[in-house]
């Protein structure tokens, strides 16, 4: 397990940058939960405009869901950290045993956020709100296998 998850962190750091930016595994659970918490304080935002809780705003909404399709990226160099499986972190150690499984609902959460973010800027309410409630799915659907509650 542990050289399975060297060899992810790795791949993922080798693209990216020469070293870890983390003193402490500590630092890296830190930096992925205040990825998590913004995307959340700008997700609740737009599921008030959703669910009719605050007026609508196309602008301001198309600004969150930019927002929040490039927070979705920083997680991941993170989760590659070794020893950032332990300490004050809810993450399941499933993400480590499983770290393809984990990737793919990551990607497929970015995927989502990116596709939101160009449907809420091109204007249209309706097709803006059926692309929020797609994205939505994803925190559940990852929370609930990689996320102790
Ligand atoms: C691919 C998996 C995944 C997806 C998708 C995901 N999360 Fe999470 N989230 C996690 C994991 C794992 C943690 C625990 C991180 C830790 O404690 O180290 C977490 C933590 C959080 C936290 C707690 C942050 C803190 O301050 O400790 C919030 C809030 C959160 N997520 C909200 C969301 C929302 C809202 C969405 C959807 C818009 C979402 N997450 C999508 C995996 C995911």
Redesign the pocket.
Known sequence: MKTKMMMAGFALVATTVSASPFEKPEDA?HY??SA??M??TN?GDMADMVKGRKDWDQALFSKRAQYISTLALMPAEAFSVDGSDKGD???KPE?WTDWDG?TV??NK?QTDLVNLAEVASQGDERATKRAFGV??K??K???SD??FK
Request: aromatic residues 20%.
């Open positions: 659970i992925r939960q998590f918490s995307i959340a997700f972190t809810k993450a993400i984990f609902k990551l959460f994205a939505a994803n925190c659907s990852c929370h990689y996320k």
